[in-house]
C-alpha cells in the first residue's frame, strides 16, 4: 500500500510532468510564432528595398526616354508607376505584430508622388519643348533631390528592420532552445522523481530527526544572536556617551588653557615691550613665542573636533574681502619677511570688493594655507592669488591660490595631506613643528562653507594649494572695483591689495 509520503513524491511528479510539458508547448508556440514574424520582417525589408529600386528605375526610363540612349517605352513607365504606387500602398503592418519603425508612411507616399509628378513634368516638357528643353530641366537636379531623401528615409527604416530581425532571430533562438532544454529537463526531473520517490521513504525518519536538531539548534544561535544584538547596543551607547565625554572635556579644557595661556602671552609681550637685557629678552621671546605656538594648537584642535562632530555652523555677513584678507595675513607677512621670504598679494580687477560669506572661517583658511607655507619654504616667495572664476548678478565664484618655492609634495601623498595629525614628510614635525591638523581644518572649512580645495605639487619646485568658494554678492551691486588698501607687493598684471 502507498504511503503518505510516497503519494506526495508521486504527486509532485506529476506536477513537474505537467509543468514541464506545458513549459514545453510555450516555448514551442513562441518559437513558431517568432518564425512567423521573421519571414514577415524579411518580407518587408525586401518591399522597401523594391521601393528604392522602383524609384530609381523611373528615373531611368525618364532619362532613357529623353535621351534616347536606351530603350524605353511609355509601357515600361505605367508599369514601373504602378508598381511603386502597389509597393507603396502595402506597406502598412502586415500583422498587428509586424511594425514599420522609423519611417512616416504618409511622407513617404508624399515623397514618391513628388518624384512621379517630377518624371510627370519631365515627359511633358520633352514633349511639348523637345529633348534640349528637358535635359536642361533633368539638369537642375530637384528629381534627384527628391529621389536622395526617399533612399534616406528607406535606409533608415530598413536598417531598423535588421536590428528588429537580428532581435526577432535571436527570440526565436531562444524558444527553440529553450524548448530543447525543457525537453531535457523533463527527461531528468522524471528520472530524478522517480530515484527520489525510492530514496526518500527511508531517509525521512533521518530527515525529521535531522529537522528537529536544527530547529534547536537554530533556536540556540537566535537566542546567541539576540544577545549579542544586546551587547553591541551597549557598547554603541557607552561609545557615544564617552565621545560627548570627550567632546565636553576637550572643550572645557581648552577654555581652561585659553586663560592663562593669553595671560602668558600678554605678559611676556608686555615684558618685551621694556628695555631688557639681551639675555632675558631671548628668553622672554622664547616664553611668548612657545605661548602663542600652544594657543594654536589648543585652537586646532577644538576647531577639529568641532569640524569632527559637527558643531560648527558657517555664518553668511557681509563684508569688506579685501580688507579681511590684509588684515588676516598681514602678521604672516612679517613672519614671512622674517625668515628672509618674498610675500606678495594680488587680486584681479573684477574681484569682488563686498561679499557675503564667514568672514573668520574665511581668513582661517588663508591662514592656515599660508602658515603652512611659510613653514615649509626656506627660501624664495610666497603669494596668493585671488582670482573670479564665473559671476552672475548674485554670485561670484572665487578662486584663492596659495603659492610656494618650498620643499614640495611626493605625488603619491598628495592625498595624505588632507588625513588629521598627518604631514608628507614623516620628519616634517620633528624638524618643523605643528600639530598636523592644519590642511586637515582648511579643508573641512571650505567643505564647510561649499567650496573644493586641491593641490598641486613638484618635489623640490613648491606647491600650489587652491580653493574656490561661491560667495553671495549685494543686491545692489555686482562686481565692481576693489578699493585697494595700500599695496603690499606688485604681482604682475594683477592689482595687489
Given amino acids: 500500500m502507498m504511503t503518505k509520503k510516497q503519494a506526495t513524491i508521486s504527486a509532485l511528479a506529476c506536477a513537474v510532468f505537467v509543468l514541464d510539458g506545458l513549459t514545453i508547448a510555450a516555448c514551442w508556440i513562441q518559437a513558431q510564432a517568432a518564425g512567423q514574424r521573421l519571414e514577415a520582417r524579411h518580407e518587408l525589408i525586401e518591399r522597401l528595398e523594391a521601393i528604392e529600386s522602383t524609384a530609381q528605375r523611373l528615373g531611368t526610363i525618364t532619362r532613357t526616354s ?50 512621379l509628378a517630377w518624371e510627370h513634368h519631365i515627359l511633358d516638357i520633352f514633349e511639348k519643348e523637345g529633348k534640349d528643353a528637358a535635359v536642361k530641366l533633368m539638369a537642375t537636379r530637384k528629381g534627384a533631390a527628391t529621389m536622395q531623401t526617399i533612399r534616406e528615409r528607406l535606409v533608415t527604416a530598413k536598417n531598423a528592420q535588421k536590428v528588429i530581425l537580428q532581435k526577432d532571430t535571436v527570440e526565436s533562438e531562444i524558444y527553440r532552445t529553450s524548448s530543447l532544454i525543457a525537453i531535457m529537463f523533463l527527461t531528468i526531473a522524471g528520472a530524478a522523481a522517480l530515484w527520489q520517490a525510492i530514496k526518500l521513504s527511508s531517509l525521512s525518519t533521518s530527515l525529521e530527526t535531522d529537522r528537529s536538531r536544527a530547529y534547536d539548534r537554530l533556536e540556540q544561535l537566535n537566542n546567541h544572536l539576540n544577545k549579542q544584538v544586546s551587547d553591541l547596543m551597549a557598547m554603541q551607547q557607552q561609545s557615544e ?30 615684558a618685551l615691550d621694556g628695555n631688557l637685557p639681551d639675555e632675558e629678552q631671548k628668553l622672554i621671546e622664547l616664553a611668548n613665542s612657545s605661548g602663542r605656538s600652544m594657543l594654536e594648537l589648543v585652537d586646532d584642535i577644538l576647531d577639529f573636533e568641532n569640524l569632527q562632530h559637527h558643531s560648527l555652523k558657517p555664518e553668511s555677513l557681509r563684508f569688506d574681502l579685501p580688507m579681511a584678507i590684509s588684515s588676516a595675513l598681514e602678521p604672516l607677512r612679517r613672519k614671512a619677511e622674517g625668515k628672509g621670504l618674498g610675500f606678495s598679494i594680488s587680486l584681479a580687477k573684477d574681484v569682488p570688493t563686498f561679499v557675503f560669506s564667514d568672514r573668520l572661517r574665511l581668513q582661517q583658511i588663508l591662514i592656515n594655507l599660508v602658515d603652512n607655507a611659510i613653514k615649509f619654504t626656506s627660501s624664495g616667495t610666497i603669494g596668493l592669488a585671488v582670482t573670479v572664476e564665473e559671476t552672475s548678478a548674485l554670485h561670484a565664484t572665487v578662486r584663492f591660490t596659495v603659492s610656494d618655492t618650498g620643499m614640495g609634495i611626493e605625488h603619491d601623498l598628495l592625498e595624505d595631506i588632507w588625513e588629521p595629525f598627518i604631514q608628507a614628510d614623516g620628519t616634517s614635525s620633528r624638524k618643523f613643528g605643528g600639530s598636523g591638523l592644519g590642511l586637515s581644518i582648511a579643508k573641512k572649512l571650505v567643505e564647510l562653507l561649499g567650496g573644493k580645495i586641491g593641490v598641486a605639487s613638484l618635489p623640490g619646485k613648491g606647491s600650489q594649494f587652491f580653493f574656490k568658494l561661491a560667495l553671495d554678492l549685494p543686491a545692489e551691486v555686482t562686481v565692481t572695483e576693489i578699493k585697494k588698501p595700500q599695496p603690499i607687493n606688485q604681482t604682475g598684471a594683477n592689482s595687489p591689495i
Fill in 241 to 270: 556617551k564617552a565621545l560627548l565625554i570627550r567632546s565636553q572635556f576637550l572643550a572645557r579644557i581648552s577654555h581652561e588653557l585659553r586663560t592663562p595661556l593669553a595671560g602668558i602671552i600678554g605678559a611676556t609681550s608686555l
Fill in 66 to 115: 529623353v535621351t534616347g540612349e536606351g530603350k524605353s517605352s511609355p509601357q515600361d513607365f505605367e508599369q514601373a508607376e504602378s508598381k511603386l504606387h502597389s509597393l507603396v500602398d502595402s506597406l502598412p503592418p502586415i500583422t498587428s505584430e509586424i511594425r514599420i519603425v522609423d519611417i512616416d508612411i504618409p511622407t513617404l507616399r508624399s515623397l514618391v508622388e513628388q518624384r
